[in-house]
């Protein structure tokens, strides 16, 4: 696939998870998209979903082969997609993410960030907390920062 064609279809992509349209984010994938490709500004497609709570299509990236502790180094679209679900309370979405292996303990900016835990209990978000902790979450970690 060229490059023209490659950012053509990343750009459907973005749109698509955007739209939470699982059929046509399968149908890319399919496609040969990279999951793992960011945007023009760094951003990449596993944060989109994580953040907007597309846990469907996070599980659909995940097995396409996108890493599940990748930083996106958007602008505003920086992290882990594990912080992002958490700092929203995107429970089905953190879970998908952990059955994945997502590290409940990475903290985001090359590890000197928050960590998934400090975004959750920042929220708040009592479940997703929760969850975060039976997975391994460091829970004495808290929320200083």
Known sequence: M?????????????G???AGDVVAVKALLGAGVDPEGPD?????????AAVNGEAVIVGLLLL???SPDVESRGVGAEGT????????GHTGTVRELLAFGADP?????GGI???PLEWANNGPHPETVA???AAGADAGGGSEK
């Open 40 to 48: 023009s500004e760094g951003t990449t497609p596993l944060y989109a």
């Open 105 to 109: 303990n990475l903290r985001e900016d």
């Open 81 to 88: 997609a594990l912080c992002a679900a958490a700092c929203w």
């Open 113 to 115: 960030g928050w960590s």
């Open 2 to 14: 060229n490059r023209r064609r490659r950012k053509k279809l990343l750009g459907r992509l973005f």
């Open 64 to 66: 396409s082969g996108a």
């Open 16 to 18: 698509a998870i955007q």
């Open 131 to 133: 969850l975060l902790v």
